[in-house]
């Protein structure tokens, strides 16, 4: 039975591979499993039938069979455990690989997803400033321990993981915000994530979907 995740018919990122469900198609892409996606409007994520999968009316979700998950992290996990290419085989490794996607999910992306929203929404607001300025600072403290656990190093932990996948996501919402000029070797890394022919199915396979809705 081929899986079905949930994406956003009109998808707020415009096409440009933030929204979540790009983490699964380029799971799915990176361990050659094919899928479907069923997409849904703003107003039928807040319906029962979607809350019955997704209690907090979000994409993604994930059936197959009689399992049902949603959490990016969780279906990008249970995708790299069931289909080789990306968790290694040794268990040290293994183990590390988890340990950067936790990372890149709840070290790195609360104060990037905070910058995103507040300058969507809360932009001209008193405070704008000052909680743009904090969240920077923060942000800038967390690339540079990043930075320098990478260093030279192609990926987070030798060969290209389900950490990386997930840490190139998170960082990729920093791209037009100017941070990333100070970290040269961060911005390589997400360049040669998105080289990688796995992304480019997963990115055109998104971007269709607001091309369509565009158009």
């Not at 389900?162 to 040269?184: E, F, H, K, P, W």
């Not at 994530?193 to 565009?214: H, L």
Request: aromatic share 10%.
């Amino acid at each position: 039975m081929t899986a079905t995740i949930t994406a956003f018919e009109r998808s707020p990122d415009r096409g440009n591979g933030l929204a979540r469900d790009m983490r699964l198609r380029w799971a799915f892409e990176e361990v050659g499993q094919p899928y479907e996606v069923r997409l849904l409007s703003f107003e039928a994520m807040k319906e029962p039938a979607h809350l019955a999968l997704q209690p907090f009316g979000q994409i993604p979700t994930y059936e197959d069979g009689d399992l049902t998950l949603f959490e990016s992290g969780a279906i990008v996990l249970h995708i790299a455990e069931r289909h080789p290419g990306l968790l290694p085989d040794d268990a040290n490794a293994r183990a590390r690989a988890i340990m950067w996607m936790f990372a890149a999910l709840n070290t790195l992306e609360p104060p990037i997803f905070d910058r995103s929203l507040l300058t969507i929404l809360e932009r001209g607001r008193p405070w704008y400033e000052e909680r743009l300025n904090a969240l920077d600072e923060t942000i800038r403290k967390r690339l540079e321990s990043l930075s320098h656990h990478l260093g030279e190093a192609d990926w987070l932990d030798g060969a290209f993981s389900a950490g990386d996948l997930l840490m190139v996501t998170v960082l990729r919402r920093l791209q037009s915000s100017g941070i990333l000029n100070g970290y040269s070797n961060l911005a390589a890394y997400i360049a040669r994530a998105e080289a990688r022919p796995a992304y480019q199915r997963a990115f055109e396979a998104q971007r269709a979907v607001f091309t369509a809705a565009a158009g």
